[in-house]
């Protein structure tokens, strides 16, 4: 089976920067995504990791390491706006599927 | 380009009635999978449909189905509604297999009384 764990909530203060974990436990593993949702919207996309390191977009950078099954979101320059759930997925393996299997979900409260 | 969309975004039905959910993808994505959000167990993964066919089913109860035309719309169809089944449904589509991006919806939201 997979499963994937993560904070339930973190709070930080505009201008910071905050880290997001996420351990899983996969039989089989493709990459590591990273999406956000606001309250009352849909989950949009942010970021990838197939590789172990270091992804960077924008304020945003992800990173994995496989052999500690291991991956973090992190946002620098935190702004209001980035208050909002973000969720660690891993996509099943395999053959060619989209199912996603989603983290528990960490709840960022960003305060002025 | 337009985005998914999904109706109806809003809807209350009473137990044992069903109903059913529409989700149109992104133009020339062939890939729809649905999710069910609850506060409690978070985001659950229904089913995925490319190119007509059901390609994979999460673990819900034969009370829930879904189809894909050959358009790429998607229904999903979830029959004898209990109370639990009160979620915000999602669905999400993709070109094809094995993207790691998807792209959701914006959700309908079901409240069953």
């Known amino acids: 089976g997979q499963s994937l764990e993560q904070p339930s909530e973190v709070t930080a203060v505009e201008g910071a920067i905050v880290q997001i974990n996420c351990t899983y436990q996969?039989?089989?593993?493709?990459?590591l995504s990273w999406y956000q949702q606001h309250d009352g919207g849909a989950p949009t996309f942010l970021s990838y990791?197939?590789?172990?390191g270091l992804e960077e977009t924008g304020r945003f950078s992800s990173f994995l390491s496989r052999s500690d099954s291991y991956g973090y979101l992190l946002l620098q320059e935190l702004q209001m706006k980035d208050s909002a759930s973000y969720f660690c997925?891993?996509?099943?393996?395999?053959?060619?599927?989209?199912?996603?299997?989603f983290g528990t979900g960490t709840l960022l409260a960003v305060q002025p | 380009k337009a985005g998914v969309t999904q109706t109806p975004r809003y809807l209350i039905k009473t137990r044992g009635q069903q109903v059913t959910l529409s989700c149109s993808p992104i133009?020339?994505?062939?890939?729809v999978s649905w999710y069910q959000q609850t506060p409690g167990q978070g985001l659950q993964f229904l089913f995925e449909?490319?190119?007509?066919?059901?390609?994979n089913k999460g673990n819900f109860p034969g009370r829930f189905s879904g189809r894909q035309f050959s358009n790429s719309r998607s229904e999903m169809n979830v029959s004898t509604l209990e109370l639990g089944d009160s979620a915000l449904y999602l669905c999400?589509?993709?070109f094809g297999g094995g993207e790691y991006e998807q792209y959701f919806g914006p959700g309908t939201r079901l409240t069953v009384t």
């Open positions: 999400a589509s993709s």
């Open positions: 996969t039989s089989g593993f493709y990459g």
């Open positions: 990791n197939a590789l172990d």
């Open positions: 449909y490319f190119s007509e066919t059901q390609r």
């Open positions: 997925a891993v996509r099943a393996y395999g053959g060619a599927t989209n199912k996603l299997i």
């Open positions: 133009s020339g994505h062939r890939s």
